[in-house]
Every structure is written in structure tokens, then in C-alpha cells.
């Protein structure tokens, strides 16, 4: 270890600390060091680190409470014993098994959701200074002091016992109740503390519904354009599922629904067009599943980006029936990672959705949930929620114009609000072809065909978001983004002149 060298880099989001402490951990545990082995002075591993010597000896102190290493008085400090005792060898120690050819897991496996076509977004999407990506957030607006003062006291010792107990299928009753009392009233919801379900995100309570009411024979609707991973989680369970049509109201009130079990719908802000389905044609969509026994999935994603018009209620607050089941989710308010959704829905489907749910990861984290509920409950959420407003409304003016001047005819104002634009280029033009080139110019976007049901869907559509970009950088990237379709085929030069 004196002649081994590992590197801290001081622009990383880790503290210095946290590196040295994560660089003698991994030499200890990954047999490097052995037991009673001595590691560098604290003066020489700060020298060798370019660090100051108390980092170092913070990191040692913190590495000598925890065991891995022992402190002698005038000696130094040495690898605990202890520590190393037990240790499986690495992989590379183990003797080699015997090769008795490879499993053929393509016949083994029973679906294959490697397979289906899907949203695909560069990994290194923030490395690129045009960041028209949609469903990820501008770190710079999330209130990180308010979050972290949460998330403290729910590690306070009063908090303690909410979270760090296994509560088997149960939820945070705080979150539960701000649900329930905040968010549900304002999309025009009364439901009870029993019809309420936490989930990790809207994408989780997807695949609950999916489980529980989707079998071979189910025949599914679902909007075309749409929801890549709602079409796969369906496609997966039955081969009846059925696209039916959008125009600029949303979904048409298509004959094939009447033939349906489930219908999958986004009424509110429709994915990915931004198109809201009025009061008219929801009125009929209700009448329509009551007379030919419908469930109504409602997906109600990016409720809070509503600041173009008058809030909009949910299709579930129409309901008389309890024939809508309604998903919601906090990802886009406060992180995506956090991974806060719920499922409201009348309880004899909550209590299975709850029992599924336990099969599979029991409950989401309690100490999220019961961060959330204190962010919900100290007005945080409410506060977040007009940062957004008023940024995302500038920002969806800014873009609006941009795309009016450099890409006319290309798209419509969103009328709900929303966190993107939805373009059509003309026939024979290539989304796909675009988003490759832009990419290599540093913008990203998303080409539209993912969104499409068929084999052959349409590739003159691709989609702009605006919620990860910084307003002074919109316009000059649509500007350079119509540049590069001036570039393309002739086609689509002339439809941007």
C-alpha cells in the first residue's frame, strides 16, 4: 500500500473525506491491505493525495470508529483483523468452475422486455449544453437546503421509528395524509386514507394495475401516439392490446373502446402530444365504459406543470362509479430518483395492489416517505411547486417563440402547460436522422417514433423539453437545431424555409 497510489479528484461530489475513506475500504476488503498491515502516516498519504493532513486525519478516525482500522499510540494506524475475517476470496482467487457449455436463456425465459422498442436517451445526456430532454430537472431549482433539513429530521431520533421498521405492506400515514389532504383535493379527488397506495413512482403502480387486471385475453386500449413503457407493460401480458387514435383533443372516442376491459388513458396532459381531452369528450368516455363495463387507467403525470390555463380536474374526480383508477407521482416536483407515486382506487383493488406490492419490495423506502410527507407538510412542496410555475412558464414562452420563428408550423402551444413541445416535421422527414446529428452538435431531443404502436410507425415527429434547460439557452438551440434540418434532405429544407 506505500507504493500503491489511489487519486481523489476535488471536483467529484464526494467530499475529499469520503474518497480517502472509500479508497483504503476498497484496498482493505479487496485483499490489497492485509490484516495488521500498516497504512501511510496521515503526513504521508496527505502529501502523496495533495490534501490538507487533518482531511486525512478526519478520514482515519472516521475509518478507526467504524473497525477497519486500529489506532496505536506513536505507531499508526494498521488493518483491523476483524474485519478481514470472513471475507469470501475474490473472484479471481476462486478456483474456476468447470465449463459445461453456456444455458441457452432465450429458451428459458418466459417474456423478453429486452426486446421491446423503447425511449432510448444518451447516458451522458449533461455533458451536452442543449438539453432538450424530457423528464429530467434543473437541478439549480430544487430547494436542496429545504430537502436536506427534511430529510434530517426524519433521521432525527423522533422520526426514527416511522421508517426504520420493517412495516411489511404498510405506508407512512404522514404521507398518506398529505396525499390525501394537498395533492388529491387540488385534481378534485376526496378519497379515503384506505384507497390510497404509495408507490415507487408512477412507473410501479403501472406495473401493479398491469399484474392484477391485464391476463391473455385482456383487450387493452391505449393511445397512439403513447406511452412506450404502458404499451410494453401490457404487450408483455396480452396480445389484445389495441392503439386507438388522438387528434388535438386527445383521445377519439374510438368503436373499439366498447370491445375493451381496460382502457390506459393520460386525459389531463396527454403523452407525448400535450393535448388536454375536454370536459365533452370525457363526459362521453365515462358514459361509454359505463355502458360497456370499462376500467379507466388515468395516468395524471405532471399535474403541477398547469400554469397556461384554469386546472383541469381529473377524470377520477368525474367518476361515479369507481371505474377510474388514478396514478399520480411527485417525480416531477421534487426528484425523479426519489421515486414517490401513488394509486388511488377503491379499496378491495388497493388491498391486492398492496398485497402484489409486498411480494415485491414490501414497501418503498420509509425514510423517502416520510421525507416527502414533511416536505409536503412544511410548505416546501407548495413553495417548489410556484418556483417551477413561473420558470417553466417563461420557459415554455421562450420556446414557443423560438420554435414560431426558426421552425414555423412545426408545432402548437401546449394549452394545459407541461414540460415540452410536440413537433411534427413534414412527410418524408427523418426525427431519428435529426436527434443523430444534433447530438453530435451537443442538443439532445427525442425522436417520436418510440411513441408510435405498429411496425411502421411515423418518423417525421420528435419531441422538445424544456424542464432540464437552462431560458437563456432555448433559443439559440432551437436556432442551431433548425440549422441542422435546413442540412437534412430536401424535403425537410423546404419545410423550414
Avoid at 461530489?13 to 479508497?23: H, M, S
Avoid at 486500529?70 to 471475507?87: H, K, Q
Avoid at 418503498?364 to 420558470?391: E, I, K, M, T
Avoid at 415554455?396 to 413541445?421: C, D, I, K, N
Wanted: glycine share 8%.
Amino acid at each position: 500500500m506505500r507504493n500503491a497510489l489511489f487519486h481523489v479528484d476535488k471536483g467529484e461530489t464526494f467530499t475529499l473525506q469520503a474518497q480517502i475513506r472509500e479508497g483504503l475500504v476498497s484496498a482493505v476488503l479487496a485483499g490489497q491491505l492485509s490484516a495488521m498491515e500498516s497504512v501511510p502516516s496521515t503526513r504521508a498519504m496527505a502529501r502523496q493525495l495533495g490534501v490538507s493532513r487533518n482531511t486525512v486525519v478526519l478520514s482515519y478516525q472516521a475509518l478507526v470508529e467504524d473497525g477497519f482500522l486500529l489506532a496505536r499510540e506513536r505507531s499508526g494506524f494498521y488493518v483491523n483483523p476483524e474485519v478481514l475475517t470472513g471475507l469470501v476470496p475474490s473472484a479471481d482467487a476462486a478456483a474456476p468452475t468447470e465449463d459445461k457449455g453456456e444455458i441457452d436463456w432465450q429458451a428459458r425465459l418466459r417474456i423478453h422486455p429486452a426486446g421491446q422498442v423503447n425511449i432510448v436517451k444518451p447516458e451522458d445526456w449533461r455533458d451536452h449544453p442543449y438539453l432538450f430532454i424530457y423528464g429530467q430537472i434543473d437541478h439549480t431549482l430544487f430547494p436542496i437546503s429545504e430537502w436536506r433539513d427534511c430529510v434530517r429530521q426524519a433521521m432525527g431520533a423522533k422520526g426514527l421509528d416511522q421508517w426504520t421498521a420493517d412495516r411489511f405492506n404498510a405506508d407512512d400515514p404522514m404521507l398518506i395524509e398529505q396525499i390525501r389532504t394537498r395533492i388529491l383535493p387540488r385534481r378534485g379527488i376526496a378519497a379515503r386514507d384506505e384507497e390510497i397506495l404509495i408507490t415507487m413512482g408512477a412507473q410501479n403502480a403501472l406495473y401493479l394495475v398491469s399484474s392484477l387486471l391485464v391476463g391473455a385475453n385482456t383487450r387493452v386500449a391505449i393511445e397512439d401516439p403513447g406511452y412506450p413503457d404502458a404499451r410494453n407493460m401490457f404487450a408483455l401480458r396480452t396480445r389484445h392490446v389495441v392503439p386507438i387514435p388522438v387528434d388535438e383533443n386527445g383521445l377519439l372516442m374510438d368503436e373499439r373502446l366498447a370491445a375493451c376491459q381496460l382502457a390506459f388513458i393520460t386525459p389531463s396532459h396527454h403523452f407525448p402530444t400535450t393535448a388536454t381531452l375536454p370536459l365533452s369528450r370525457r363526459k362521453e368516455l365515462l358514459a361509454l365504459a359505463s355502458a360497456n363495463n370499462l376500467i379507466i387507467l388515468e395516468d395524471d403525470y405532471e399535474f403541477e406543470a398547469n400554469y397556461v390555463s384554469a386546472p383541469t380536474p381529473a377524470l377520477k374526480s368525474l367518476d361515479k362509479e369507481g371505474r377510474v383508477i388514478y396514478i399520480g407521482s411527485l417525480s416531477k416536483s421534487l426528484v425523479p430518483g426519489v421515486r414517490i407515486g401513488f394509486l388511488v382506487a377503491p379499496k378491495p383493488l388497493i388491498d391486492q395492489a398492496r398485497a402484489l406490492r409486498r411480494l415485491m419490495l414490501r414497501h418503498p423506502p420509509g425514510n423517502n416517505q416520510r421525507a416527502a410527507a414533511l416536505f409536503l407538510a412544511l410548505g416546501h412542496h407548495d413553495a417548489l411547486l410556484g418556483r417551477l410555475h413561473r420558470v417553466y412558464r417563461e420557459r415554455w414562452r421562450v420556446m414557443g417563440e423560438a420554435l414560431q420563428t426558426h421552425l414555423p408550423f412545426w408545432s402548437r402551444s401546449p394549452t394545459f402547460g407541461g414540460t415540452s413541445y410536440w413537433l411534427e416535421g413534414p412527410p418524408g422527414f427523418d426525427a431519428g436522422e435529426l436527434a443523430r446529428r444534433a447530438l453530435k452538435q451537443g442538443i439532445v431531443i427525442e425522436a417520436g417514433d418510440f411513441f408510435f404502436a405498429g411496425r411502421n410507425p411515423p418518423r417525421n415527429y420528435f419531441r422538445l423539453g424544456f424542464s432540464a434547460i437552462a431560458t437563456d439557452r432555448i433559443a439559440e438551440g432551437v436556432r442551431k437545431l433548425a440549422e441542422i434540418v435546413r442540412s437534412l434532405p430536401s424535403s425537410s429544407t423546404q419545410a423550414a424555409e
